[in-house]
């Protein structure tokens, strides 16, 4: 009741003083998942990481009248960028920049604090400069770029540098100069598989230019679906599509948007394989046979290597290609097209005589040699209508021209291969973000490592490289969370030093871009209780089930379609437990790092309490035996909130048919989470296991490594260390 | 140790059968929230309640084999409904329908379990057939209707009953005969004071599709936007949209969409008045004066009653109209165009002399007079046109034709009024979505009571009601919460019997309605902690964030703008505490009827204990003091939840300079929770309550009546219930 009166008369005291003052106590709210510390303000929350920071102690204050000034000529890109900075920080900082709407060429208050100024509009091509300087002083905000896409980038900087402290919000002084490493910065984006919308199109363009990328790689026609209106040959997109397709004008839409946001948008017509779409309303430009060409075709509804392919001896075919390109060239600005040439498997070549005819009549030994004869004419056509070629690995053959683009899908050697024979390429192998790898392991790919042989000039040919979301896997549910937030950090990888690779500041990073992903539309995060309401049913409590979820990840590479024994297809649903689990589990990750330190920790106390250590061991060994209680602690924590998920998470399960598919998969994270509790007891204790424990751990590990509903369980490794640990340990002890 | 051996035995003795049978305890898993009980498998979980329903016991059992067949003739809309209602539940069950991917008109396969057949293609006009029967048995689910129109609405019922039980997924038999009490069952979405982007609206189509309505409204044009392209006047849309506009293209598309969904879209072009963007580009057509008629004028950034006005009697004008709503009518289909009418403040009008000469030279006195002959030749136009006219109840004026429909925003007595006179009509008075009232009181908005004396003939032309979405204070980040559930709600009150309106069951309805709208895209719930986490910051627990804001309702009807006093824009950022909070809190509105029936349970107990009640009294009172105890306990966990949470929310709102508005707020909560205890306790023990106790708890009230950040506490009429009802039961012993 004191306490009622206490809280009673600050409350009656705050009114009349006019603001909040009570002196309650500050301990930091609990929840269920322990939160990291607040990081240093000091720290840069920023991705990628500029070239070059100098910080300093002051701080710009952001007040709701701030304006933004741009000097210089007519950068339209520039007006509408510093429009959308406005909004998204008026949308974070709550602040209500009702002065300015729109920044526009009419402002005539040249007096604003934030003031931009650029040379020259940038032309939207390979190696544009995009560099920047942003000075920030307690005054003004000054961002200085050659051209309008330098300051597209430098704004996305500023605006992950807005802070908070108890007067309000600020951007730190400093002062940034950057530029990219890479200038070919993309991610791939497969719409045959999967058909996206124009808005989901246009909101992944928010998200890479967030992060500085400035190609989006269209993957438009494939097997499963031809995705772009031809307007001269109406049949491909009308019969290919299934009514899933851009129009034209959609197109220029995107094309408009991503101009804006300085993003090229790299169109990709697969052939000659991976083709089936375009033969539905024109099985004439197949290699069937026939009267009917292997008529009637239909559109793929499962994957992998598919046999239509493209007639490449007919002249009719050519002179289809020669206008089809006329009109996409047309349609697409870019300098660059994207031919793919991969993964053409030849029976149709091989069981077609009038081809088979052909490659005798020419010397074409192979299915590659005549792939290569049909690249050539592709080519030739693609230059007569102002286009350079792209291409997958494939297309690198003997006396291709040197002006084509070599995108690797099949590993580094091959890409510095081509470039030490002079071609252009970018890197995409180690980037398939569709294979559920870790962020870090994205990260950590880089295309240019010192170790490798090659001279300055060859390394100007490794242009960068793209993330590849191919689609099989991926719908409008579950998009974000496969591009999101990972392709951040591999977007960090082309832009900031080769240097710049400490995984875990990456990973604290992430957090914060995360944030800014989601606030411009990426449900990465809210997705996850959407699919798992759905999972669970109405009125249940979906706690439990994301406890279960969040150590889980979806198996890696192509394994998800061997353990369904390949019953997929376009049609599959992407609802499950394998569809909401996140491809990096962020608390697996960090129990798992937590358990590394955790047993170095418990090897020093051990090595140190012989008596072998130095003078001080004693006050050393007091710090370390109070680290380890903290990390075991936290260990403990999570154990036993895993250990008793299972009966939690029964109830939910048993009410829902689709769930069963995960029962054995929860009962198997509560063991190992009692396996681990039992480790770390005898562990702590330095008592021997016995034969029967290690026997019943190693089969419950064993047990835990089949994947359930295609994921696998990621505490599993921490879990084996500890066992591991726990028998030599108990070795050790019978030796002495 | 024995219960994890217990564990592993069950584990491996599950391997070994090969399914799992352990015998955990099957308790409910224990969240924050109290879950209401699973529902009776007998219950409906339907929304809209279908006109008449035979349930019986079996069950039509769904397998991953399972197909659509559709006979009749060629309605194209059952087909895409079709395809989609695979889709949906595959998605919901995890039923891999594989073998029919799309339903179409080739499928040949007539033995499909599920059977749909209908006579012809519905007419997407008012008072279409779109009845429908349902008829599900164990082995076929049969859904039959005269119309393609009633066929989708069969399917709209049918996917909300698929339930689970433990051998799976199944359909309970039944049979519905169900038909739409109105024929008018709608929306209104302002898309001018914020825009909504094709997709948006696309969603909203199919979430209204799922609850049978049948018309979307589009608010095209306001003083803040023109939101379609006119290709015959082109300045409009250019100049009058910031560039957020529909192409004509696009419009085509969405109303192909709605089509395909049964819904009819109603454009709407406001005039004479709010029309201040259609004079950016042509101010020769507002009333202004002087040689640039009032030039120039600005998109406004602000809302409210405007005085830009279109100038009734240029000639040029009508040419205008006449040019303009012919190429509007080629584009709209429908058979209605909606002109607004509604709240011409006539300034524009008066101070222009040639329109005071018109209006003397035809004597015309005031300016409803001279808006009633803008009208009436407008109407002449639409009717050139072949369109009906509608308009807000300023239309409905004196010899007025009687083909025009009315929609009611100023209550319902203009409406029986109207219909007295033989004039159609639909109500939106009581259904304004964006004034923040609660589900309830929506859904209890009955349009044509009993009590109401029309005659038959005069009821027939109220038509029905459309829900009205304004966007003053609503854009892309909260229009779902804004819309949904809610909606729903109002959907019921349209299609189901008047005698349906059962608040507790419509909200327990509501929740799975609620879940289906989520799975078809609407991020009412999901977008609750994303909002969450903006205002948190990264590294913040949200829960007590979350746990405030659940109690939080936004302040009702236009108190919002009165409290920011006006500073309001466009612009402003929809991103606080006000956005985040939903219209109708499901948590506070659950602690009040708790309260209410807490304290009839112990009133009841308090006049049983008396001796007055008659035999069996003492077995009554032992049910009814479990009862009460049960009661005491939900309320005392909430109550000790909210008394806490100010200690925990501190941290979060200390580091976030915008979260300082909330903290009064947070506080009065915590100390309302505590006088809450503090008056159970009393209520329980029979003890009185003190003078200053009153006191204190009066000022505690009065203080959180106060809304803050433009919200209110809406536990807080059952705190003052039971405060009331602590000080009189001390009344009542002190009498005794």
Chains 1, 2 share one sequence.
Not at 282 to 287: A, C, L, R
Not at 596 to 603: E, G, P
Request: aromatic share 10%; charged share 25%; glycine share 8%.
């Amino acid at each position: 009741m004191l306490r009622f009166y206490t809280l009673l008369f600050s409350y009656f005291a705050l009114a009349v003083v006019g603001s909040i003052s009570i002196a309650f106590a500050q301990k930091t709210a609990q929840s269920n998942i322990p939160t990291p510390p607040i990081q240093n303000l000091s720290t840069l929350n920023v991705m990628p990481l500029p070239q070059e920071v100098k910080l300093t102690a002051g701080k710009f204050r952001l007040a709701s009248t701030a304006t933004v000034y741009v000097g210089g000529g007519g950068h339209s890109r520039v007006y509408g960028a510093a429009s959308r900075f406005l909004r998204q920080v008026s949308d974070r900082t709550g602040l209500n920049f009702m002065t300015e709407g729109y920044v526009t060429p009419q402002d005539t208050v040249k007096s604003s604090p934030i003031q931009i100024s650029c040379r020259r509009a940038g032309k939207l091509v390979l190696g544009e400069d995009e560099s920047y300087t942003l000075t920030v002083t307690p005054q003004t905000i000054t961002l200085v770029a050659e051209t309008d896409l330098g300051a597209l980038r430098g704004l996305a900087t500023l605006q992950q540098l807005v802070a908070a402290d108890d007067d309000g919000y600020y951007v730190p002084t400093l002062v940034i100069t950057d530029k990219p490493r890479f200038p070919w910065r993309g991610i791939l984006l497969d719409v045959s598989r999967h058909f996206f919308s124009v808005d989901i199109i246009k909101k992944q363009l928010d998200l890479l230019a967030l992060v500085k990328m400035n190609v989006l790689h269209l993957h438009l026609t494939d097997d499963q679906g031809f995705r772009i209106e031809s307007k001269t040959h109406p049949k491909l997109h009308e019969m290919g599509s299934d009514g899933q397709f851009y129009t034209q004008a959609d197109m220029r839409d995107i094309i408009k948007y991503a101009d804006e946001r300085g993003i090229r948008i790299v169109p990709e017509f697969d052939l000659p394989g991976h083709s089936t779409s375009w033969y539905i309303g024109h099985p004439e430009f197949s290699s069937g046979t026939g009267a009917t060409f292997g008529a009637p075709y239909q559109i793929d509804r499962k994957w992998g290597r598919n046999s239509p392919v493209m007639n490449p001896v007919k002249e009719e075919v050519y002179q289809f290609l020669d206008v089809f390109f006329k009109e996409m060239s047309e349609l697409f600005p870019d300098e660059y097209m994207h031919i793919g040439g991969d993964e053409n498997n030849g029976v149709q070549w091989t069981t077609n005589p009038d081809i088979q005819a052909f490659m005798k009549a020419n010397n074409l030994p192979t299915k590659e040699a005549l792939q290569n004869h049909f690249s050539k004419r592709l080519q030739a056509i693609l230059s007569k209508h102002g286009k350079r070629t792209m291409g997958w690995d494939e297309i690198f053959v003997e006396g291709v021209p040197k002006t084509i683009m070599i995108q690797s899908w099949q590993g580094k050697e091959a890409l510095y291969k081509a470039a030490r024979q002079g071609y252009s390429t970018i890197l995409s192998h180690g980037y398939y973000i569709d294979l559920n790898q870790s962020t870090d392991f994205h990260y950590l790919n880089e295309p240019l490592p010192d170790s490798i042989k090659l001279n300055a000039d060859e390394r100007k040919l490794i242009y960068g490289g793209e993330a590849c979301m191919w689609s099989e896997w991926v719908n409008s549910g579950n998009l974000d969370s496969r591009i999101w937030p990972r392709t951040a950090a591999i977007a960090e990888r082309f832009w900031s030093a080769a240097s710049v690779r400490d995984v875990e500041d990456m990973y604290r990073r992430l957090d914060y871009i995360g944030a800014w992903l989601e606030q411009l539309g990426s449900q990465h995060e809210s997705n996850v209780p959407v699919m798992l309401r759905r999972l669970a049913g109405v009125n249940e409590d979906i706690q439990p089930l994301k406890t279960f979820v969040d150590v889980l990840e979806t198996v890696k590479e192509y394994r998800r379609g061997q353990l369904i024994r390949f019953a997929y297809s376009t049609f599959y649903p992407l609802t499950g437990i394998a569809d909401v689990v996140r491809p990096d589990s962020r608390t697996a990750r960090q129990f798992r790092n937590l358990t590394t330190r955790y047993l170095v920790s418990l090897k020093e106390i051990a090595d140190g309490g012989g008596g072998r250590s130095a003078s001080g061991a004693i006050a050393q060994d007091s710090g370390k035996t109070e680290i380890l209680t903290a990390q075991r602690e936290a260990m403990t924590y999570w154990l036993n909130v895993w250990k008793s998920n299972h009966e939690r998470l029964l109830p939910t399960m048993q009410r829902n048919p689709r769930l069963k598919e995960i029962e054995e998969h929860s009962l198997s994270l509560s063991l190992l989470a009692q396996t681990g509790l039992e480790a770390i007891d005898r562990l702590e204790r330095g008592v021997a296991v016995t034969a029967q424990w290690r026997h019943v751990a190693g089969l419950i590990i064993e047990r835990a490594k089949q994947p359930k509903a295609q994921t696998d369980i990621m505490i599993l490794p921490a879990i084996e260390q500890l066992v591991k640990a726990a028998g030599s340990s108990a070795e050790g002890k019978r030796q002495k």
